[in-house]
């Protein structure tokens, strides 16, 4: 599988507005991505599921968010160690200038992934628009849509002001990322003038019951510490 993703990753163009960030639909091999759902559908208690949506917190990240770290189920095992791969972090990293400027001279480097989410949200959770923190060197989020799913809860995206909080929810976003099953979606925290990666993430739709993500990252590991 991972020859298959590092082609689907070389062959992708960076796209530049509002920032740079990549995009990949049918990401995942089908038979692949299905097993994957099945599995995740294990890792959620819905009695637990339903005494979160019932108390209508929606104050973080998501309704729920559930580490995978730990989980050997196969195919969320497998994913996790092709996505931790020294192949896979390279090609990633290296479509990014800022990237290959922060670890040129190995004051940094990338180190392994440390975490490995499933978030599922429920309609009415907003997250507010805000910059990763910079030891992300790069953010990772999968889809998880079901066939049908409203389209337009993807990532949003806003434009690179340097005051985030200055931007508004719902009027200031400019772009937002397909919410297809299987879509990946990669970007570089960043706080570099015009690449500001300012984002944010909700469930307005009652066309959807759950919005549901993988979210991982490469770490930026100071070799000096």
């Known amino acids: 599988m991972k020859d298959i993703l590092l082609k689907k990753i070389l062959y992708t163009k960076i796209e530049s507005y509002p920032w740079e960030h990549f995009i990949i639909k049918n990401f995942l091999p089908d038979n692949f991505y299905q097993n994957l759902i099945e599995e995740l559908l294990n890792t959620i208690d819905p009695v637990f599921l339903q005494q979160k949506i019932n108390s209508n917190n929606h104050r973080g990240p998501a309704t729920t968010r559930t580490s995978l770290i730990n989980n050997k189920q196969v ?3 497998n994913l996790f ?9 390279n090609s990633i990293i290296n479509k990014f200038d800022i990237c290959i400027h922060k670890l040129k001279d190995n004051k940094y480097c990338v180190g392994d992934i ?4 499933y978030d599922i949200s429920t309609f009415g959770h907003k997250y507010k628009v805000h910059r990763d923190s910079q030891r992300k060197l790069v953010t990772i989020v999968l889809h998880l849509a079901t066939k049908g799913d409203d389209i337009t809860l993807g ?7 340097k005051h985030v909080k200055s931007l508004d929810w719902e009027t200031d976003c400019v772009k937002i990322t397909p919410y297809e099953p ?3 979606v990669v970007f570089p925290p960043d706080k570099s003038k015009n690449k500001r990666s300012n984002h944010a993430m909700g469930h307005t739709s009652q066309k959807t019951k759950y919005r549901k993500n993988i979210l991982t990252f ?3 590991i100071n ?3």
């Open 182 to 184: 299987n879509t990946l």
């Open 81 to 89: 160690k092709t996505m931790n791969s020294t192949d896979i972090k």
């Open 223 to 225: 070799n000096s510490i």
């Open 114 to 117: 440390n975490e490995y989410y």
């Open 155 to 161: 990532t949003r995206m806003y434009p690179p002001v």
């Open 218 to 220: 490469f770490p930026l």
């Open 75 to 77: 195919h969320i095992y």
